[in-house]
T-cell receptor, first 112, second 110 residues
Framework: QQQVKQSPQSLIVQKGGISIINCAYE??????FPWYQQFPGKGPALLIA?????SEKKEGRFTISFNKSAKQFSLHIMDSQPGDSATYFC???????????FGKGTLLTVNP | KAGVTQTPRYLIKTRGQQVTLSCSPI?????VSWYQQTPGQGLQFLFE???????NKGNFPGRFSGRQFSNSRSEMNVSTLELGDSALYLC?????????FGSGTRLTVV
């Protein structure tokens, strides 16, 4: 049972455009929602994270939007750059449980 | 601040052998988790240790085991390797603010 569903599987965006990746979850106990960025040959790197007490969090060009009632959250990358080309994973965990449940990932390609 | 260190980076083992992977977490982090990453299944949780105790375990067979030492360093062991165990094994250490992953150990079983 996939508890975190991520879409799209792949995304191609032009330089300067907005990249949007969506995730939906089923477990209402989840209360921590991070996004990770992974480059080939590297481990995932924490990009930005949100807890359900806020509906949006912005850090630089990266924004998480969170909709608790719909059990959905999304990552927006503004002014996308070729250096943003990577695989992005959403994830979720519950309480003090340090177990992350990951989405399947989105391969983002930003064309120059 | 040093990151999460995993050794070795690459391993090639023969089916039926066993393997031990090592992880040194970020200083001060008491929680260490292990994940398996494959193209087909994505990132899957193996287990998590906190202060030398296993707190959580994923849905993997008993051939996969781990432990954590008093200095928070962790090891995972896979016995009787199968071809399907070929994967990138990632260690993450964390606290309330998030989890930091190492670069992983690429295990190839032939």
């Amino acid at each position: 049972q996939q508890q975190v569903k991520q879409s799209p599987q792949s995304l191609i965006v032009q330089k300067g455009g907005i990249s949007i990746i969506n995730c939906a979850y089923e477990n209402t106990a989840f209360d921590y929602f991070p996004w990770y960025q992974q480059f080939p040959g590297k481990g995932p790197a924490l990009l930005i994270a949100i807890r359900p007490d806020v509906s949006e969090k912005k850090e630089g060009r990266f924004t998480i939007s969170f909709n608790k009632s719909a059990k959905q959250f999304s990552l927006h990358i503004m002014d996308s750059q070729p250096g943003d080309s990577a695989t992005y994973f959403c994830a979720a965990s519950a309480g003090s449980n340090y177990k992350l449940t990951f989405g399947k990932g989105t391969l983002l390609t930003v064309n120059p | 601040k040093a990151g999460v260190t995993q050794t070795p980076r690459y391993l090639i083992k023969t089916r039926g052998q066993q393997v031990t992977l090592s992880c040194s977490p970020i200083s001060g982090h008491r929680s260490v988790s292990w994940y398996q990453q494959t193209p087909g299944q994505g990132l899957q949780f193996l287990f998590e240790y906190f202060s030398e105790t296993q707190r959580n375990k994923g849905n993997f067979p008993g051939r996969f085991s781990g432990r954590q030492f008093s200095n928070s360093r962790s090891e995972m062991n896979v016995s009787t390797l199968e071809l399907g165990d070929s994967a990138l094994y990632l260690c993450a250490s964390g606290d309330y603010y998030g989890y930091t992953f190492g670069s992983g150990t690429r295990l190839t079983v032939v």
